[in-house]
């Protein structure tokens, strides 16, 4: 007898169930399968991969100096270790899926830019070109062969690079730029830096904006509104460190050729974290900051400081977001006109005011364009008043290219044969400013008015930035000995006079006027209000 079963409905419904989804699973894979190796997905990959060798792995080894590829071995394993691991997984495309096709490529390209190892991070390349391009200016600028101190300082600087090379797999990426920076400040160069100290090599910032003035270091403005109360307060301690003693530490983390050079820039770097860090002020760069604070009447407060904003937006001093406490109306100093290079004429003082902010954004384009010249403003003014003073204001000229051929240049000249010539300096006025106001002052009577500035004169210039690849970081070099490659613009500079007159290499002023910090407040030059005064 044969026995019946009978069967749940209920369960005969979940088999099939279970069926069709483990059909669907089957056909999805089998499906899978094929897309995997269809045509047009190889084809999309190998693509891919053409351009990830031609652009990412041939060019950024193309990028590297030709001075270090040469007769580089290792670069040059590295080089095609990672061809041949392309081509291998240009094979493995039908095997792989997208993700794990673009995860074997990123290891590829991270292990060629890196050099080869996670110990190396990158960096065994930036000491090795941090090291061609010291030996390039030790040649430019010293003499190790005959000069005893000269060489000390040579075996003194490679020594720590060699130091540095050796902890290299036990530092971070910021600990090791710093190390490279104090390195460099040695040489006592204001061209010579790292990126550390420059806008592009910074994301982050202090929301406050602070100035040196003769009566120290003052808050004038801060990029949020919780923070008014700093603003035009001195600055007496960062996280209990008297501010003196910032300055020293900063000093030597900063090449300079004098110490005014440190003044006029130490209230930027002071908003730094990655300096701050540097110098032993925060453990962290993602650490708070409290301020320890004067006001203009005397009384002390603390105001913490615990948030940061990005560079791009205290660049500009005048965006919307920068807050400050000032009078109101502009003095010629002062003005915000955004032009290089402008004239005026002061009608108070019957003074041809020639204000030269910057040369750089200038360079080359006079040729070009000849209403970017204040030729023809100087000569309008001169022809339409009656001009008692001139003034050539290099305030805060942070430099560019020294050029003595322009037009303008030489129309000065000829009207100071009869009327005074004043040029006004500071801590601020650095590299060509200086050594085109020595122009006019040794081709004219010129009267130097202000404070010296901040860089040495006639020296070692023309920066040349080298970047370390795959590190997001450069060294800036001086590339020019005056001396030695601008010899007949020297003779023109220095008109019968001698470097060895200047005495430690800068310019001290005929007339030494300061600016305070009621000065800024109240928008008052008493630079320029001494000139109006003068007989």
Known sequence: MI???????????????IILIAAAFLMALLKGEAALSSPERVLKWKLVLDKVRTDD???FFRELPEYYMANNEHETELQREALAAIFALSDEIPNMTDKEIANRLSEIVSRAKSGGSAECIGWTRGMAILSFHLEEYFDKFYDIDNNSADFELYKELFGEIDSLSADVPNLSDLEIKIRIQYILA??????????????DGIN???PFFANSYEDGLWVVGVYREKYKEAINCKILEINNIPIDEIFERIRGF???EHVNFVKSRYGNYIAYPEVLFAVNIIENIEDEIILTLEGLDGNIKAVAFYEKIQMAERLDAFDATFITDRADGDKAFFASRNEGIWA????????????????????????MDPELDPFDDIKEISSKHKIEKIVLDYRGNTGGWVRLDYPWQDLVIELAQEIPLFLALNWNSYSAAPNQAL???????AITIGLPPGSGLLGRMDPMEVEIPDRNFSITFSASNYHEDYAADLEQILNGTKIEDYGDNTIHPDIQIVIGILDYINKSDPVLEWIVRIE
């Open 186 to 199: 040695k040489l006592g160069d204001s061209h010579t830096y790292t990126s550390l100290l420059t806008a």
């Open 254 to 256: 900063v090449g300079h």
């Open 204 to 206: 982050k910032v202090y």
């Open 3 to 17: 026995k019946k079963i009978k069967y749940n409905k209920k369960f005969i419904l979940m088999v099939a169930v």
């Open 57 to 59: 792995i041939n060019g």
């Open 344 to 367: 005026e004429y002061i009608e108070y003082g019957k003074i041809l005011f020639i204000r030269l902010n910057t040369f750089s954004k200038y360079e080359g384009k006079w040729e």
């Open 439 to 445: 122009y006019f002052k040794n081709n004219t009577n």
